[in-house]
T-cell receptor, first 118, second 116 residues
Framework: GENVEQHPSTLSVQEGDSAVIKCTYSDSASNYFPWYKQELGKRPQLIID?????GEKKDQRIAVTLNKTAKHFSLHITETQPEDSAVYFC?????????????????FGQGTILTVHP | NAGVTQTPKFQVLKTGQSMTLQCAQD?????MSWYRQDPGMGLRLIHYSVGAGITDQGEVPNGYNVSRSTTEDFPLRLLSAAPSQTSVYFCASSRRTAPTTNNEQFFGPGTRLTVL
């Protein structure tokens, strides 16, 4: 099955700096890579996603890049703000299984605790 | 729309007790799943379902049962609770998709379970 590794486990930056979180995946058939943000005590929420036929996607201060050859993808947050402090999870959707039922299965990374200091 | 709802929010069990965590969604999503979240281990898939009457195991299914009799509901049963099942449990749902589409998973608020 799919395996997703996420680094770093913790990241501390000053307000205004950039933050980068990296993930690698194992299944070359994986085709969808979402990023979720989870604030303390809350549920994970999607912040950006990318499909395997796209190399980069940007939404205001956040961007995601994908390198299919190397099987890694990264989240970039620019001009960080204290409200960006949260746990961030990457995920990968593996290729279809024989029964065609795996399209919804996501494998998550271990999470990165991002702290933005004012 | 209420989205994805879960009950209870908190639960304390003794070892060996059984209970059912409830999950419901009102978005007519075909795909539903259960995850457990433990410190430093991310979200791990327990069981999932691609539609009523169809369920399958995820990464950590042992000790848990599921059923999907309707599109809206996907309960998770712990038959004999163990301390190792102390965790935060999230239910999620999404549309069933093809490889060419994205499928945002919508999460419920979570259930914090402690097994003594």
């Amino acid at each position: 099955g799919e395996n997703v590794e996420q680094h770093p486990s913790t990241l501390s930056v000053q307000e205004g700096d950039s933050a980068v979180i990296k993930c690698t995946y194992s299944d070359s058939a994986s085709n969808y890579f979402p990023w979720y943000k989870q604030e303390l005590g809350k549920r994970p929420q999607l912040i950006i996603d990318i499909r395997s036929n796209v190399g980069e996607k940007k939404d205001q201060r956040i961007a995601v890049t994908l390198n299919k050859t190397a099987k890694h993808f990264s989240l970039h947050i620019t001009e960080t703000q204290p409200e960006d402090s949260a746990v961030y999870f990457c995920a990968a959707r593996g290729g279809p299984d024989a029964g065609g039922t795996s399209y919804g299965k996501l494998t998550f990374g271990q999470g990165t605790i991002l702290t933005v200091h004012p | 729309n209420a989205g994805v709802t879960q009950t209870p929010k908190f639960q304390v069990l003794k070892t060996g007790q059984s209970m059912t965590l409830q999950c419901a969604q009102d978005m007519n999503h075909e795909y539903m799943s259960w995850y457990r979240q433990d410190p430093g281990m991310g979200l791990r898939l327990i069981h999932y379902s691609v539609g009523a009457g169809i369920t399958d195991q995820g990464e950590v299914p042992n000790g848990y049962n599921v059923s999907r009799s309707t599109t809206e509901d996907f309960p998770l049963r712990l038959l004999s609770a163990a301390p190792s099942q102390t965790s935060v449990y999230f239910c999620a749902s999404s549309r069933r998709t093809a490889p060419t589409t994205n499928n945002e998973q919508f999460f419920g608020p979570g259930t914090r379970l402690t097994v003594l």
